[in-house]
């Protein structure tokens, strides 16, 4: 289901196209072997550059094709009623929307130059690789976890498919498949609905030092990788250089995907839905609970200094 | 009784019930099971929402933990003229030991399972994984316990 939409055209007449082109290339594709020991890994994406041709689509499916679901059939019934039985083993080609078997997709977004030029964008939508990932960090049974080199990724020998990760992701990004995974083994009827999904930035390729397919597959360099300052402060040069704009510095407390656009995120005109996350402004999820982490090493001192102010006082009124 | 042991009663025991079922609804299951659909239950399904009051019931707790565990201490080693009364008074029953066991287990698991939500803190998968189930299981034990106590009529001291 490749698009047949191609944005050479805008690519061709954009103001920005040249500097960005200097810009783009360098530690992405020279990254050779990463140092994840001192910092995190993070993606730049230059939006300027996509030309939604999908070679990252394709190259993600096929890097990732071993870890897909291989559901076996006829799903066991659940219990009660209202248990959604989410099966996209069928429709596996699907590419213009997140699902078990697509976890990057491009997506289009209208938008107006500066110059009053309307124009399609093309964004490589896929996880964002938060710093503090509330999929995992909140899962249940610790089926999701972190990497020291950013990444997060769900282990679909232990995930159970109840998509709460999916309910507490701020972009909706965990996609589910009925009929697959640990649940089959426990209480099919009752718990569980089978594995979560989503892109694991290539962990098998980051492991042997390898860009994570999406990247390598990119004709266009739309993509960089690098450590999270080094990221940073490109991703910073470049909203400069193109008086652009930063998606992901502050979202969700920060993330390790930053985009970079020439035109203000929330003047993008884009689909969403399931499947089909936004670019919106997203408070720090985790941040309450962090916050309450401060009351949680206060309240023990509390207690213990009411009991010993209690016991003082009797003493003093007994002696 | 007291007042002062039946308001401490009280306050433990609506702690207890509702960190219970703030850290039950952590899984999935009161959407699921209708549970939340009940007026007034919606909140259950609302992970932010029960994360937050788990995080707040569980300082509570701990704060009441450490209040009772120095008071009852304070009292038992250092009563003065009263000492030997107030230690025949005051010993732990078996199922108190048992609650005041699980509840440690609790504390302690709870504690890492909290630093491990704070961002930039990696911990080894195995080890999340065991901290997760530990939880749970020092949960049931404790409820359990709880349970056994109150039908028996059992108190925590003879």
């Given at each position: 289901?490749?698009?047949?939409?191609?944005?050479?055209?805008?690519?061709?007449?954009?103001?920005?196209?040249?500097?960005?082109a200097?810009?783009?290339?360098g530690t992405?594709?020279?990254?050779?072997?990463?140092?994840?020991?001192?910092e995190p890994?993070v993606t730049?994406?230059?939006?300027?550059?996509?030309?939604?041709?999908?070679?990252?689509?394709?190259a993600?499916?096929?890097?990732n094709?071993?870890?897909f679901?291989?559901?076996?059939?006829?799903?066991p019934?659940?219990?009660?009623?209202?248990?959604?039985?989410?099966?996209?083993?069928g429709?596996?080609d699907?590419?213009?929307?997140l699902?078990?078997?697509n976890?990057?997709y491009?997506?289009?977004?209208g938008?107006?130059?500066?110059?009053g030029e309307?124009?399609?964008?093309?964004i490589?939508r896929?996880?964002?690789h938060?710093?503090?990932?509330?999929?995992?960090?909140?899962?249940?049974w610790?089926?999701a976890k972190?990497?020291k080199?950013?990444?997060?990724?769900?282990?679909s020998?232990?995930?159970?498919?109840?998509?709460k990760?999916?309910?507490?992701?701020?972009?909706?990004?965990?996609?589910?498949?009925?009929?697959?995974?640990?649940y089959?083994?426990?209480?099919?009827?009752?718990a569980?609905?089978g594995?979560?999904y989503?892109?694991?930035?290539?962990?098998?390729k980051?492991?042997?030092?390898?860009?994570?397919a999406?990247?390598?597959?990119?004709?266009?360099?739309?993509?960089?990788?690098?450590k999270?300052?080094?990221?940073?402060?490109r991703?910073?040069?470049?909203?400069?250089?193109?008086?652009g704009h930063?998606y992901?510095?502050?979202?969700?407390?920060?993330?390790?995907?930053?985009?970079?656009?020439?035109?203000?995120?929330?003047q993008?005109?884009?689909?969403t839905?399931?499947g089909?996350?936004h670019?919106?402004?997203?408070?720090d999820?985790?941040?309450?609970?962090?916050?309450?982490?401060i009351?949680?090493?206060?309240?023990?001192?509390?207690?213990?200094?009411?009991a010993?102010?209690?016991?003082?006082?009797?003493?003093?009124?007994?002696? | 009784?007291n007042?002062?042991?039946?308001?401490?009663?009280?306050?433990?025991?609506?702690?207890?019930f509702?960190?219970?079922?703030?850290?039950?609804?952590q899984?999935p299951?009161?959407?699921?099971?209708?549970?939340?659909d009940?007026?007034?239950?919606?909140?259950?399904?609302?992970?932010?929402?029960?994360?937050?009051?788990?995080?707040?019931?569980?300082?509570?707790?701990?704060g009441?933990c450490?209040?009772?565990?120095?008071?009852?201490?304070?009292?038992?080693?250092?009563?003065?003229?009263?000492?030997?009364?107030?230690?025949?008074?005051?010993?732990?029953?078996?199922?108190?030991?048992?609650?005041?066991g699980?509840?440690?287990?609790?504390?302690?698991?709870?504690?890492f399972?909290?630093?491990?939500?704070?961002?930039?803190?990696?911990f080894?998968?195995?080890?999340?994984?065991?901290?997760?189930?530990?939880?749970?299981?020092?949960?049931?034990v404790?409820l359990?316990?709880t349970a056994?106590?109150?039908v028996?009529?059992?108190?925590?001291?003879?």
């Amino acid at each position: 289901m490749r698009s047949p939409i191609s944005r050479r055209h805008f690519l061709k007449t954009s103001f920005f196209a040249a500097g960005t082109a200097i810009a783009g290339t360098g530690t992405a594709k020279a990254a050779g072997t990463f140092d994840t020991e001192t910092e995190p890994l993070v993606t730049l994406i230059d939006i300027s550059r996509c030309i939604g041709c999908e070679e990252c689509v394709y190259a993600c499916k096929e890097a990732n094709a071993h870890k897909f679901a291989d559901p076996k059939k006829p799903f066991p019934k659940m219990y009660p009623d209202r248990v959604p039985v989410e099966d996209w083993s069928g429709r596996q080609d699907v590419t213009d929307r997140l699902t078990p078997y697509n976890w990057l997709y491009i997506q289009y977004a209208g938008a107006t130059t500066k110059e009053g030029e309307e124009i399609t964008l093309t964004i490589p939508r896929r996880c964002m690789h938060c710093q503090n990932p509330p999929c995992v960090k909140l899962c249940p049974w610790g089926a999701a976890k972190q990497e020291k080199n950013g990444l997060s990724r769900i282990d679909s020998q232990i995930c159970l498919g109840g998509s709460k990760c999916n309910k507490v992701c701020p972009w909706d990004i965990p996609q589910r498949q009925t009929g697959t995974g640990l649940y089959l083994d426990l209480l099919p009827a009752f718990a569980g609905n089978g594995v979560m999904y989503k892109c694991d930035r290539c962990y098998q390729k980051i492991e042997k030092g390898e860009q994570p397919a999406c990247i390598e597959a990119c004709p266009e360099d739309v993509q960089t990788i690098g450590k999270r300052s080094d990221i940073i402060k490109r991703a910073k040069d470049l909203a400069k250089e193109m008086d652009g704009h930063i998606y992901g510095l502050d979202e969700n407390g920060g993330t390790n995907t930053v985009y970079v656009s020439p035109v203000p995120f929330d003047q993008l005109v884009y689909d969403t839905g399931r499947g089909r996350p936004h670019m919106h402004p997203v408070k720090d999820t985790m941040a309450d609970g962090s916050n309450l982490a401060i009351a949680m090493a206060i309240a023990p001192i509390a207690g213990a200094a009411a009991a010993i102010g209690k016991y003082y006082r009797q003493m003093k009124e007994e002696a | 009784m007291n007042y002062h042991f039946k308001s401490r009663r009280m306050v433990y025991g609506l702690t207890l019930f509702f960190i219970a079922l703030s850290g039950f609804a952590q899984m999935p299951i009161f959407k699921r099971y209708y549970i939340a659909d009940i007026p007034g239950l919606g909140w259950l399904a609302q992970f932010y929402v029960t994360h937050v009051i788990h995080y707040a019931l569980a300082a509570l707790l701990m704060g009441f933990c450490a209040y009772v565990a120095f008071d009852y201490f304070l009292h038992r080693r250092n009563s003065g003229p009263k000492k030997s009364q107030i230690t025949e008074n005051t010993k732990m029953t078996i199922s108190a030991w048992v609650k005041a066991g699980a509840l440690s287990g609790l504390i302690v698991t709870g504690i890492f399972m909290v630093v491990k939500n704070l961002s930039g803190i990696y911990f080894y998968h195995g080890v999340v994984i065991g901290l997760d189930l530990l939880h749970l299981v020092f949960a049931m034990v404790l409820l359990g316990a709880t349970a056994y106590t109150w039908v028996r009529g059992r108190s925590w001291i003879f």
